[in-house]
């Protein structure tokens, strides 16, 4: 698994940055590949080498911000003061704050930031059969997790949804005043918004899990393909995208931790009563069961049915949209590998037991 840190490296490339830039303009007009065409810009060889390599792709008509790209042999690190030393910028950064990683694959230099990409050691997966369930909305928490086997509730990203509206206005206003470039600005503005809360409610939900003892399930998101890349013309909102992203970051921070993760088929999870199993009432954001009574939070509810486990025929589908959906499918071996049996609820109690029968799919 490959993680990229930042860091502030303190130093002024601004001269070298400039270099790239003309080195990266040179590759897009010349489809040059060597880095003898470039010598007279005067950057060091392996660097203009990783920028001609980036640049002259097809495809590529413009560069922005060029990046000085060193690469993983030029980057020498010494284990015992944990420093990265690049020579041919004379440049050393310190990793003693990162977590212990392989190798340094790549390490990126902006105006402020170096982008550290590092090689992180594979943890086990423990395959597990109690999960928490995770439901994402679009009103109220953006994230509701339920913990079956304890029955705990924990509501999480309460802004979002503030957020949201707050910059939609905004988005707007600058749309009908024809301010393109503030517009622009807004826009990366409510994504790092939003990116920054992701990194919060994962990590949050990572703690989760590893305190219940148990994996993360999520519903599967519609429109949005697992295993294969998705096609250029196919453009979720900003909803669906932050979801998206959501259960991107917990994955690579659960997998960080050896925590599997799930995606279950939505079928029915909202409407489904989460004590009898049978089809209830829902009127926005209550839920009334009308076999048991059963009353709830429609999102509570609908988190229960992520997280409580599964009959055969659910767990067999549900594997099998996993295999098929899975972009890691190592991530999946756990699970698929041990058939669940109804002696794997050993911890559900009497009550889940009676809620262990087939769904209709
Ligand atoms: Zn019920």
Not at 218 to 243: A, D, P, T, V
Not at 293 to 318: E, T
Request: glycine share 6%; aromatic share 6%.
């Amino acid at each position: 698994m490959i993680l990229t840190y930042n860091l502030k490296h303190g130093n002024d490339f601004s001269a070298e940055l400039v270099k790239a830039k003309k080195i990266a303009d040179f590759a897009i007009r010349t489809k040059s590949n060597t880095s003898k065409d470039v010598k007279h810009i005067g950057l060091k060889s392996a660097i203009a080498n990783q920028i001609l390599k980036k640049y002259r792709r097809r495809g590529i008509k413009k560069s922005s911000t060029v990046k000085l790209t060193i690469p993983g042999q030029s980057i020498m690190f010494d284990v015992q003061s944990k420093m990265a030393k690049i020579p041919c910028l004379g440049l050393e950064l310190d990793c003693k704050y990162l977590p212990a990683f392989l190798k340094i694959r790549q390490v990126e230099i902006g105006k402020d930031l170096a982008h550290l990409s590092v090689e992180m050691p594979e943890p086990v997966i423990c395959g597990t059969t109690r999960f928490i369930g995770v439901d994402c909305n679009t009103t109220g928490h953006c994230a509701v997790v339920a913990v079956p086997h304890t029955g705990k509730i924990h509501k999480l990203g309460r802004h979002a949804l503030h957020i949201h509206k707050k910059y939609k206005s905004i988005r707007r206003k600058l749309q009908k005043q024809g301010r393109y470039q503030l517009l622009r600005q807004m826009k990366s503005r409510e994504r790092n918004i939003i990116q920054n809360l992701n990194h919060c409610i994962s990590k949050k939900l990572v703690q989760i899990a590893i305190s219940e003892k148990s994996g993360i399930r999520f519903e599967k998101l519609k429109g949005i393909r697992y295993n294969k890349k998705q096609h250029h013309s196919f453009r979720y909102s900003i909803n669906s995208w932050s979801y998206f992203q959501l259960q991107k970051f917990t994955e690579y921070k659960a997998r960080m931790c050896g925590i599997e993760v799930a995606h279950i088929a939505p079928a029915y999870t909202s409407q489904t009563c989460s004590k009898c199993g049978s089809l209830g009432d829902r009127d926005k954001k209550r839920f009334q069961c009308v076999k048991c009574g059963h009353a709830d939070h429609a999102d509570v509810n609908a988190a229960f049915n992520i997280g409580k486990p599964v009959s055969h025929c659910a767990v067999d589908y549900a594997i099998n949209s996993m295999s098929r959906l899975h972009k890691e499918r190592d991530l999946c071996k756990g699970s698929t590998d041990t058939p669940l049996s109804q002696s794997g609820y050993q911890t559900a109690t009497p009550e889940m037991l009676a809620t262990v029968e087939p769904l209709t799919l």
